[in-house]
T-cell receptor, first 113, second 116 residues
Framework: GENVEQHPSTLSVQEGDSAVIKCTYS??????FPWYKQELGKGPQLIID?????GEKKDQRIAVTLNKTAKHFSLHITETQPEDSAVYFC????????????FGSGTRLQVQP | NAGVMQNPRHLVRRRGQEARLRCSPM?????VYWYRQLPEEGLKFMVY????????ESGMPKERFSAEFPKEGPSILRIQQVVRGDSAAYFC??????????????FGPGTRLTVL
């Protein structure tokens, strides 16, 4: 089955700096890669996703890149703000098979004001 | 447009009791997924259902756990004879109906189960 590894487990940045979170996946059949933000006591919130037919996608301060050959994808947050502080999860799945998301272990991002 | 709804938000049970967790998907969604999250860990898939059908239950423990999504009403995750190891946050997600490609999954606020 699919295995998703996520790094780093914790990340502390100064407000205004950029943050990068990286994930690798094992199943070459995976073709959908969402990112979720989870605040304390809440459910995961979908913030951006990418499908395997594109290499990059951007939404305001958030971007995701995908390297299918190397089987890794990354989340980039620019101009970080204190409200970006949360736990971020990457995930992977495919159109075929189970369609269930396989999640990474999470990155706790702390933005220092 | 209401999001995914889960209730109760918090549930306390004693060992040996039953826990029932409910999930109402977003309007227009008929695909429901249940995930479990242990403290300080990622979410683990449990079961995938469509109306009146279990599509994939490969992530669900073989004993004590069951799930349903009836034609009418919410999806139910049922845990019989709970043990302390069942203490976790249980999240439901829904995705749109009728897409050939895998769709976005939108999560509810979760039910936090505590087993005493």
């Amino acid at each position: 089955g699919e295995n998703v590894e996520q790094h780093p487990s914790t990340l502390s940045v100064q407000e205004g700096d950029s943050a990068v979170i990286k994930c690798t996946y094992s199943d070459s059949a995976s073709n959908y890669f969402p990112w979720y933000k989870q605040e304390l006591g809440k459910g995961p919130q979908l913030i951006i996703d990418i499908r395997s037919n594109v290499g990059e996608k951007k939404d305001q301060r958030i971007a995701v890149t995908l390297n299918k050959t190397a089987k890794h994808f990354s989340l980039h947050i620019t101009e970080t703000q204190p409200e970006d502080s949360a736990v971020y999860f990457c995930a992977a799945t495919s159109d075929t098979g189970r369609r269930a998301l396989t999640f990474g272990s999470g990155t706790r991002l702390q933005v220092q004001p | 447009n209401a999001g995914v709804m889960q209730n109760p938000r918090h549930l306390v049970r004693r060992r040996g009791q039953e826990a029932r967790l409910r999930c109402s998907p977003m309007k227009g969604h008929s695909h429901v997924y249940w995930y479990r999250q242990l403290p300080e860990e990622g979410l683990k898939f449990m079961v995938y259902l469509q109306k009146e059908n279990i599509i994939d239950e490969s992530g669900m423990p073989k004993e004590r756990f069951s799930a349903e999504f009836p034609k009418e009403g919410p999806s139910i995750l049922r845990i019989q004879q709970v043990v302390r190891g069942d203490s976790a946050a249980y999240f439901c997600a829904s995705s749109p109906t009728g897409t050939s490609s895998v769709g976005e999954q939108f999560f509810g606020p979760g039910t936090r189960l505590t087993v005493l």
